[in-house]
């Protein structure tokens, strides 16, 4: 656990690939926030996993994290860190195992070979995203000899394993004043409309709303391949029961997300009214 950051890491023995984060805030003796959430580490759908956490400690607002992770025949013992303190930056960049280089005159960038799942995206420290085929064997991307395509010599990169940041919002539940509090009510019914989503410096973040009826919706903001900040307010369009529809916000990219807050607009009819 960190008291500096208001956060508690745990392990599990049945998922050795997972970290199972619970964050929570206080002002003065109020909870405002308790939230579980969990980091997810390799290919979710290999077996055996390809990444196992050993062990993991915090020294301040970092986390220290000792795994093990299996490429090929080979395994490595290695140790990474994740920075809990919020240092939003215009040009970080969020990959998993990241390493940064210059490539030599040959047009390679000298990595470690400790990427438990195949590199085939990777960033400029201009925010451009750069794909190509990947060449891991010698400790080496854009390999010549491979059928990579190389960007040339002196071009500073960003190496890592992308990885998807997901949340699903809760059912929504419209609330009527009982004393000195709201709760729930039956005699209302209720339809969501909107979904406002106000953000600031975000690179990309996809918005899907699914139902049992009906197909997918999905909205994004901003881009997955070339970096450009927005902010802003952002309205989607749901129009669905809010007991039967699941709202989930996903980046797959390497580029920030920052939501500051959400509203709901609605459709409420009163069947009766409370005394």
């Known amino acids: 656990g960190s008291p500096t950051e208001d956060v508690l890491v745990a392990l599990s023995g ?60 080979n395994d490595f013992l290695s140790i990474g860190k994740i920075n809990f303190e919020p240092n939003p930056s215009d040009t970080e960049l969020y990959l998993d195992f990241q390493q940064a280089g210059t490539t030599d005159s040959n047009g390679q960038l000298t990595v470690d070979t400790i990427f438990p799942t195949n590199i085939n995206t990777h960033y400029t420290n201009t925010g451009a995203r750069y794909s190509t085929n990947t060449y ?99 309205r989607f369009p749901i129009y669905s029961d809010p007991k039967t529809v699941n709202i989930d916000l996903e980046n797959n990219s390497a580029y920030a997300s920052n939501i500051q807050s959400v509203e709901f607009e609605s459709f409420v009819h009163g069947r009766s009214k409370r005394v």
């Open 14 to 73: 049945d998922a050795s690939n997972c970290l199972y984060v619970y964050k929570y805030f206080f002002s003065g003796n109020q909870k405002l926030l308790s939230s579980w959430s969990k980091f997810v580490f390799g290919n979710p759908a290999d077996t055996p996993q390809d990444v196992e956490i050993i062990g993991c400690q915090f020294m301040n607002s970092v986390l220290y994290v000792f795994y093990r992770t299996y490429y090929g025949a």
């Open 136 to 234: 891991i064997g010698s400790g080496k991307l854009f390999n010549p000899s491979s059928s990579s395509v190389s960007p040339g010599a002196g071009v500073a990169f960003t190496a890592g394993c992308q990885y998807t940041m997901k949340y699903r919002f809760s059912d929504q539940l419209f609330k009527l004043p009982a004393d000195k509090i709201r709760t729930p009510s039956s005699s209302v019914n209720a339809k969501l409309r909107n979904l406002n989503l106000f953000v600031d410096k975000t690179g990309f973040l996809k918005v899907k709303i699914t139902q049992d009826d009906r197909a997918e919706q999905a909205s994004s903001i901003g881009s997955d391949t070339t970096r450009n900040l927005v902010e802003d307010d952002h």
